[in-house]
């Protein structure tokens, strides 16, 4: 069967090129309906589990080709809606919201920094349970203390940060003007960091954490996504 | 809606090199790459995002479950251990 795929949306221009390929060498189409511009392409659902990994890195370059250009609103891969019409349908309901975070979010990009224990910290303390609990806890300030100090290295970059704690490790989403990238790097590489710990910074990447709520989990009425008709389902 | 058998990405060393060719971003891992275009932007329904001890996974409607990617990470140490 086949099915919808939503990549992302963006504000329209004329200067902006769009891709011609997608997921599993598919067309990708635009739709339209005021400033508003989503890519999509029809897909064979579900996809093979072999493909998983392909189909991801062609979603990835899809969104990236436009996203170098412009800001975008990324849909998750396997996204999928029923038909057009169920495209159509969202994309008129959530159009102004995903407009206003498109202009909101515009000229900034998302840069990310990860910090995790050291490769070898979690075996080296597992001699007894108290001593890996021990080491965990003294791994978790020290990550919070890197947080902070990160948000004060990047200050003068950042628009916004938000710090997600994980299983693995403390997570640092910073919305960064456009080109200053390097400059985050810089920054973020310079805050000192114990020897158990590591990190890892990458981006750019859309502006995913900073949406809003309303676009990353919109409310739907009367749609058909994924196979299953949903009615009312504010 | 019962809950289908989990989906394993088997992460080869081969597909970093598609990264590149596919984005172009020499140090962007394909496990970062996963973990975006799993974890965030924007959810319609039909498809529900759950958190198990602080690891994302995704639940689909279609009775399958993908691993986190902190899973495949796990399953691609154990690969690069076999080939060592």
Known sequence: ?234 | MGRGRPIHLSLMPTDLESVEILGGEEEVSLLEILDHVLNSGVVIHGSLVISLAGVDLVYLGLNVVLTSVETALSNLQIEEKRKK
């Open chain 1, 1 to 234: 069967m086949s099915r919808v795929l939503a990549y992302c949306g963006f504000q329209l221009a004329p200067e902006i090129a769009l891709p011609a390929i997608g997921v599993n060498a598919q067309p990708v189409q635009l739709m339209s309906s005021g400033d508003l511009g989503l890519l999509w392409s029809e897909v064979e659902w579900p996809f093979a589990p072999d493909q998983m990994q392909r189909s991801a890195l062609e979603f990835h370059a899809v969104v990236r080709h436009v996203f170098t250009q412009t800001a975008v609103i990324p849909f998750r891969l396997l996204s999928v809606f029923e038909d057009q019409q169920a495209l159509r349908a969202f994309v008129a309901e959530n159009q102004e919201r995903f407009l206003a975070d498109l202009e909101r979010l515009k000229g900034f990009v998302q840069m990310e920094c990860v910090v995790y224990p050291a490769p070898g910290q979690a075996q080296a303390g597992s001699s007894s349970g108290k001593a890996y609990l021990e080491k965990k806890a003294v791994a978790m300030r020290s990550s919070e203390g890197f947080a902070q100090a990160v948000r004060g290295a990047v200050a003068h970059l950042s628009h916004e940060v938000r710090v997600r704690e994980g299983k693995n490790g403390t997570r640092i989403f910073v919305l960064v003007e456009r080109d200053r990238e390097s400059d985050f790097r810089e920054a973020v590489s310079a805050v000192p960091l114990p020897e158990y710990l590591s990190r890892r910074i990458s981006g750019p990447w859309p502006a995913a954490e900073f949406l809003s709520d309303q676009v990353k989990a919109p409310e739907i009425v009367n749609q058909n996504i994924a196979g299953q008709k949903i009615a009312g389902a504010k």
